[in-house]
């Protein structure tokens, strides 16, 4: 198992396990195990709590709905001043990326399309890390955005089964100087 798939499994068993106990907490903190036990819950008072939780907690949502906003993705690769162009055309069973040279440290707006059926347009870089991966669709344009930077050989794969030689839809990216 890869360090990636291992830190998941942690996290999902562990994330789990503490859902597990919040569940059994709050299913004993509803049940009497005393039949004999009288009420003696102030619901007056409890009722005049109510309004201060509930704005507590219409504060606190609108405290992390303003402070997330910032952080929404959307619109990240739309086009914008000073970006390097690059189009993207995969067909069966080829890359034609035009320019193929890119600098570093300036942003990239890749235009991706496909001349026959869906490809999966994926960089990777040196330790074959896969950097980023777009749908490369007929009569449509996808854009993204992504600035490399070291400068070197990137490697374009086909992630999407495209054919009998989609496992050789092989290309490259240039990024020098
Ligand atoms: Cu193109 Cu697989």
């Known amino acids: 198992m890869n360090p990636t798939a291992l830190t998941i499994l942690i996290a999902y068993s562990a994330v789990s396990v503490l859902a597990l ?8 903190s ?4 005393d039949a004999d036990r009288e009420d003696t819950a102030d619901t007056e008072k409890l009722a005049h709590g109510e309004k201060p939780w509930f704005m507590f ?7 992390l709905g303003l402070a997330t906003l910032a952080f929404i ?3 990240d690769n739309a086009a914008a001043e000073g970006q390097q162009q690059v189009s993207v055309d995969g067909r069966q069973f080829a890359w034609v990326i035009n320019p193929g040279t890119i600098k570093p440290d300036i942003p ?27 749908q490369a ?6 854009h993204i955005v992504y600035t490399f930077k ?3 050989r990137y490697q374009v794969v086909c992630l999407e089964f495209c054919g009998v030689d989609h496992h050789n839809m092989i290309g490259a990216l240039q990024v020098s100087e």
């Not at 106990?21 to 004993?28: F, G, R």
């Not at 907690?57 to 405290?63: D, P, S, T, W, Y």
């Open 137 to 142: 669709v007929p009569k449509s344009t996808s």
């Open 57 to 63: 907690a219409v504060v606190c949502l609108a405290i």
């Open 150 to 152: 070291e400068p070197g």
């Open 108 to 134: 990239v707006r890749f235009e991706v399309t496909a001349a026959d059926v869906n490809h999966g347009f994926a960089v990777y870089n040196d330790d074959n890390i896969l950097l980023f991966q777009i």
């Open 21 to 28: 106990i919040v569940l059994l907490w709050v299913w004993k």
């Open 30 to 33: 509803t049940h009497s195990f």
């Open 73 to 75: 993705p959307y619109g």
